[in-house]
């Protein structure tokens, strides 16, 4: 990545966080009471197409859980079909063409985001992936779901840590395991 893409994804994240819906956003609530009222979920999946794979074994668990709301899961497209194909799953993909040379969402996809109207996004990439904190943040939900990492600390509102050692398959799990804590 060169440092060039690199300044302008601080530089939009630095934006975000001057924002007045980001203040406004930042303040306390009731987890169970949110997750509770979820209708509409969406799930984004990692960009490495390895993890993407382990993450889309996940999704039947949250259909569980959330199975009263409608799912989609967003992913990058990478010169291929989906990852994802399974029953009453709307999927939702991009390319580097809908991210502006300024890092922010072109309007196109911001317009399918802002239609969906999510309750819950959830985002399912380990290591930090800027795309996916984008999409996250845009989605305008009221709760955002992620792994820990210093760069998202400041636009996810629900957290996960996880052991540096621990295989993704684990990570995953736990996810699972805390949302369902919830119900």
Known sequence: MSSQVKFA???????????????KEN????????????????VCLPAEPSEAILACRLIPAFKTRFGQCEITVVQEMKGGLPVVDLPDIDVMTYSLADISRFCTL??????????????LVMDLSIPFHFNNVLITWTSGAGLRVGFYHPDREAFYNFMLRQKAEAPPEYAYESLVNYLLSFK
Do not use: C, M, N
């Open 9 to 23: 994804q601080s530089l939009q994240l630095f934006r975000i966080k001057k924002s007045g819906r980001y203040k």
């Open 27 to 42: 303040l306390p609530f009731d987890v169970s009471q949110r997750l509770q009222q979820t209708h509409r979920l969406l």
């Open 106 to 119: 072109k309007k196109g996809f911001q317009h399918k985001l802002a239609a969906a109207s999510f309750d």
